[in-house]
T-cell receptor, first 114, second 113 residues
Framework: KAGVTQTPRYLIKTRGQQVTLSCSPI?????VSWYQQTPGQGLQFLFE???????NKGNFPGRFSGRQFSNSRSEMNVSTLELGDSALYLC?????????????FGPGTRLTVL | SQQGEEDPQALSIQEGENATMNCSYK?????LQWYRQNSGRGLVHLIL?????REKHSGRLRVTLDTSKKSSSLLITASRAADTASYFC?????????????FGTGTRLKVLA
């Protein structure tokens, strides 16, 4: 089975812009979770989508949003970028709901905000 | 605050030695997973241990879980230079229908050749 894929792998944006990141889960997986990883805050949960519905959300501002399509692919959007949004964004897929099953991670998208 | 706190934060050992990392958490869990991350890349799943299990093995890895102490340990035996990475524990919980994983702060392991 192909693993979790994320595109793009690297992205450079400027403050105020918006960005969309994409995640394709492992075939058959219905849950996609997104995480932000920074040196200062570590790995922080953003949100989880399961069967096209957001099931859980972390403590991030409304500038961070996402969606999931019928084929389980997911996108994450960040609007009005801030310098502090520079991070590695990781998505993870699992067969069952997050917290109950093994999560498999993609390689991440490295976002740099200038 | 983080659910999982790994200890130590950093560990440096010689090739061939064993490495032990610990994870403590605060609330009840369904399961606990250990992941490895190489230098800012994606996380690689190592082992999942459920709350009703006490020990699991996978190759050179041994994970224990003590739910009474809310702690877990990861033992890597006969370490190799390729084991150099950051290791994270993640606790999976189901609270009132809200499922989530919370990651610890990680242990940076350096294996010297």
């Amino acid at each position: 089975k192909a693993g979790v894929t994320q595109t793009p792998r690297y992205l450079i944006k400027t403050r105020g812009q918006q960005v969309t990141l994409s995640c394709s889960p492992i075939s058959g997986h219905r849950s996609v979770s997104w995480y932000q990883q920074t040196p200062g805050q570590g790995l922080q949960f953003l949100f989880e989508y399961f069967s096209e519905t957001q099931r859980n959300k972390g403590n991030f501002p409304g500038r961070f949003s996402g969606r999931q399509f019928s084929n389980s692919r997911s996108e994450m959007n960040v609007s009005t970028l801030e310098l502090g949004d520079s991070a590695l964004y990781l998505c993870a897929s699992s067969h069952a709901r997050g917290g109950t099953d093994t999560q498999y991670f993609g390689p991440g998208t490295r976002l740099t905000v200038l | 605050s983080q659910q999982g706190e790994e200890d130590p934060q950093a560990l440096s050992i010689q090739e061939g030695e064993n490495a032990t990392m610990n994870c403590s958490y605060k609330t009840s869990i369904n399961n606990l997973q250990w992941y490895r991350q190489n230098s800012g890349r994606g996380l690689v799943h190592l082992i999942l241990i459920r709350s009703n299990e006490r020990e699991k093995h996978s190759g050179r890895l041994r994970v224990t879980l003590d739910t009474s102490k809310k702690s877990s340990s990861l033992l890597i035996t006969a370490s190799r230079a390729a084991d150099t990475a950051s290791y994270f524990c993640a606790t999976g919980s189901d609270t009132s229908g809200t499922y989530k994983y919370i990651f610890g702060t990680g242990t940076r392991l350096k294996v010297l050749a």
